[in-house]
Each structure stands twice: as C-alpha cells, then as structure tokens.
C-alpha cells in the first residue's frame, strides 16, 4: 500500500510540473526566500536515522510521514510503511513488463514537475518557460542515466529526480539577477539574465557534486549527531511555510494585509486555501495515488466549465489570473544556445546576495536530502546500503548534469517507492526513466498545454504541501515529542522565518551541541557524586 507521505512527492512532481506557465508575483517570492525557503509542490524528501526516533513512533500508521517529518519514523517501520513491490518470476522480482510502465509513469511526472520548476523560477521574471522546462529534463536525463550505471543499490534502482527543496532558493537568485542586470534593450538584458539564471542553477550542480564527493569520506550514517531530529523538523517546517507562500506567488497575489483584502485577491486566495485545506484534510484519509490527478481534473473542469458557461475567453481567464499564462516550445538546443558564456554576469552569480542562495540551494537540497533519504532508502529496498557509495554516486550525476547545462536531481524516496511499487525493481527500469524524459526534449510542442491549467489547482496544492509540512513538523511534533522538542523546532522555524534557512541551520546545530555537552556534564557530576 502507498501511505499519503510516500505517495505525495511523486504525484506531487506531477501536479506542481503541470504549473509550466505561471505569471509568480516576484515580490511575495523574494520576501519569502529571503526567509525560508520552499517551492515545490513536492514534498521534500526527507527522513531520519534509527536509535533517536524509534521511541517517537506514533501509534497511528497513517500519521508516520517519513518524507515531512524527521521524528515520525525509524528505519525499520518506514520499510514497514512504504510501499513494496508485488512479488513476480524472477530473483529480483523484475518483469520488463514492469520495468517499461515504471520507467515510463516517472518519465511523465519529471516533465511536469519541469514545468513547474520553470513556472516558479523563470516566469516571475519574465524569461521564457520552454528553456526551463528544457534545463529540468536535461538535468533528469543525464543525472538519472548517471546515477543509474554508479549506484550500488542492489538491483539498481535508484531515482534521481528533480530537487523541490532548491526551488525557493534559485526564484530568489532569479530576483536578484534580473535586478542587478535590468531589461536592457533589443532583449539583450533578458539573455543576460537567461544566461546568469541558468549559470547560477548550473553552478548549484557543480557545488552539490562537490559536497558529495566531501561527504563520501564522512561518517554520514551517523547524520542524527549533526544535525538532530528537533533541527531537521524546524528547517522542513520553514520550508512548509514557503511553499504556502508560492500559493501567492502562483495566483500573482502579493501577501501582505493591503493586498489581501483586496475583492479581486480575495476571489483567488479564499477559494485556493479552502481547496488547499480540503486536499490535505483528504490525503490524510483518502489512500489512492488518484487523489491529486482527480483534484487537478475536477478544478480544470470547474474553471473551463465556468468560463463556457459565463461566456469568458480564455485570453480574459489569463488577464484575471484564473488560468496559467500561454506558453509555447522550443527545440531543444535552445537550452544550450541560451547558456552562452559571454552572455553571462558573473559579478552578479559572485555577489554575496546571489551567492548566498546557490549555497543554500546545494547545502539544503541535494547534500542535506541525498543523506536523509539514502538512510530510509536501505530499509525499503530490505538491504543495508553503502551510503557513501551513494554519495559518489550522486556526485557523478550531479557533474554530469552540470555539464550538460541541467538542473539539480537527487534520490526521491517516495518517488523510488511508487516507482518500485508499479514494477520498476531493476535498474533498466530507470534507464526507460531517463529516456521517456529524453523524448519530452524532442516532443516540445507539448509544453502548451500547460498554459490552460488552472492557478487554483496549483496554488491550492501548494497550500496542501505547506499545510502538510507545518503539520508534521510542529503540531505533530509537540502532541508526540513533547513541548521541549516542539518548541525548540518551533524556535528553528522562527529563526529561519526572521532571518534565513543558514542561521537557523547554525542556530539549531549550536544550540543541539551546546545541549548535549550540558546533559553530559550533568551526567559526570553525578556520576562523581554517586561515586
């Protein structure tokens, strides 16, 4: 069976890719991610070690949110939860049957969760969506190919799927690079800035590879020291909050008070966050990979339905923000005649605003979550994994995809187990992956059908992934853990919501360091008083 946390980032990538068009308000963008960050409809990936979270396991198994929340699950129950893949005729329970439809179904959801990475990076500042869409499939065409022949998974399955977590730190690096260049004339400072965009993404890559390859020779298995549970919980709770915040963006609705309440936001907010809210409300009972797909359809049906019915074209539904703006393909070459190096401002990229945010987008992207999700990863797969190896592994698809001009990839634990779980149990299996998404670069025309999806739809699934983040991760956390540990994750969240998603790193690993040289300094004197 697929429990909502393990099914949503799969269906997740599917949904939030369908948002390929969208004008984003850059402002509420840029105060968000100048805080925490967030993006994607997708969950970000996320787990945690065994010994300090099996004690916080809770009762209910539908509550166990492995991918949300770093409390709610060990390793052992997260093999228990996730789903497993029907057993067939062969050693490793493999068909090609199998291996063709999983290699497909995740082919198709990395190209919509490109064009919503496209929506959320490059339609706030007005750059072309095909050449977005373009750079996430490459990315997953080239790190999956990579990832699939280094891994030493046993039986190979290993998905290195587009990163939701640095999503919210590369839109405000947009932000910042179309400030810095401005329009320019005759279109010079949009390839500028097209240029400096894609540089920047790139250049994620290339630091993500090198802190893996560090990483490689680090006691990674023992993760929990570093960076304890309460510090994971907070930092994914930020996260949560700017993803609710990219419902806004989507809706191009600017979210302070004076805009709020204004009639013609209110028409668009009130109704998202009431779907939003009724999504999430369903996840939690409702356990059928068809929820988001069937939310998607009835929403467009609801939107187009009221269009025909009022007489409203769908030019005038786009001027009122009610479907995704218009857009068109291009061939794939395009992506690398863009990304010249002549065009591009690296005093911008060197800047310390816009360099911040390419650190944070490596650091809490694919180091942070290739660790987290590789620990749950070897219980589902029922196999203990050399997670430095792994590391390696995902190093080499990170330089790849960073030599071919593409996004950031990293394992996707729920996106493996659905994958998995609708056959894909060999390593052919990825391999159909990274093809099916190779053909999308060839299929271009396709990336119209994007421009008639509905704002509400989106929004309203950022709404439910926020909801979902800050559930887990804050309420959750203080019904099971206590109000010590939920305070000292709602303290993180603030931090990060205050100032950004480093101090509140630093804040929570001191503050874990200096707590646990107090309780040991405790324990020694008592030891020496019993004594």
């Not at 932000?175 to 965009?197: C, F, Y």
């Not at 219980?379 to 592994?393: I, M, Q």
Request: hydrophobic share 50%; charged share 10%; glycine share 10%.
């Amino acid at each position: 069976m697929v429990v909502p946390t393990s099914r949503r980032r799969a269906f997740l990538s599917t949904i939030c890719g369908l948002i390929s068009a969208s004008s984003l308000h850059p402002t509420t963008a840029a105060s968000m991610l100048d805080a925490p960050s967030s993006s994607s409809f997708v969950t970000p990936p996320h787990a945690t070690t065994t010994a300090s979270m099996a004690k916080a396991i809770t009762t209910r198994r539908h509550r166990r949110h492995p991918l949300r929340n770093p409390f709610a699950v060990s390793p052992a129950s997260a093999a228990e939860d996730l789903p497993t893949p029907s057993t067939t005729t062969t050693a490793t329970g493999a068909t090609r049957t199998g291996s063709l439809v999983a290699g497909t179904y995740t082919g198709i959801m990395q190209f919509t969760f490109a064009a919503a990475c496209a929506s959320i990076i490059f339609a706030p500042v007005g750059l072309p969506l095909a050449i977005g869409i373009q750079h996430c499939l490459v990315g997953f065409v080239v790190s999956q190919a990579v990832v699939a022949f280094t891994t030493r998974v046993p039986s190979g399955v290993s998905l290195a799927v587009p990163s939701f977590e640095c999503l919210p730190f590369l839109a405000r690096f947009a932000v910042i690079v179309a400030g810095a260049v401005g329009n320019g004339v005759d279109g010079g400072g949009t390839n500028a800035i097209l240029a400096t965009v894609l540089a920047g993404s790139v250049l994620t890559n290339v630091l993500a590879s090198l802190l893996l390859a560090i990483s490689s020779t680090l006691p990674v298995d023992d993760i929990d020291r570093l960076l304890p549970p309460p510090v994971q919980a907070g930092l994914f709770a930020a996260i949560g909050w700017g993803v609710y915040l990219l419902a806004f963006d989507t809706l191009g609705v600017t979210f302070s008070p004076a805009s709020l309440l204004t009639k013609s936001a209110a028409t668009l907010w009130v109704p998202a966050n009431v779907l939003g809210i009724g999504l999430w409300k369903a996840s939690r009972s409702v356990d059928s990979p068809l929820l988001i797909p069937v939310f998607i359809m009835a929403v467009a049906a609801l939107v187009h339905g009221s269009c025909l019915v009022t007489g409203t074209s769908i030019a005038a539904a786009r001027a009122g923000g009610w479907l995704m703006a218009e857009a068109a393909g291009r061939p794939a070459t395009a992506l690398w005649h863009a990304l010249r190096p002549s065009l591009v401002r690296w005093d911008v990229i060197f800047s310390s605003a816009a360099i911040k945010q390419l650190l944070f987008a490596a650091i809490f992207g694919p180091l942070v979550n290739t660790v987290l999700n590789f620990v749950l990863y070897g219980p589902l797969v029922g196999e203990k994994l050399d997670l430095k190896a792994e590391c390696r592994s995902h190093s080499l698809g990170a330089l790849a995809s960073a030599s071919a001009g593409g996004y950031s990839n990293y394992i996707g634990l729920s996106d493996a187990a659905i994958h998995r779980k609708i056959g894909g149990l060999d390593r052919f299996s990825c391999y159909v992956a990274s093809a099916v998404g190779a053909l999308f670069l060839v299929a271009y025309p396709l990336c119209g059908a994007v421009g008639y999806l509905p704002t509400l739809a989106i929004a309203a699934i950022c709404i439910y992934v926020g909801c979902d983040f800050l559930y887990d991760n804050i309420y959750d956390n203080f019904r099971t853990n206590g109000a010590r540990t939920g305070l000292a994750t709602s303290a993180i969240l603030a931090v990060c919501i205050r100032k950004d998603m480093l101090w509140g790193l630093i804040t929570g690993i001191v503050g874990a360091q200096g707590l646990g040289w107090w309780n040991r300094r405790t324990r020694s004197k008592e030891g020496k008083g019993t004594a």
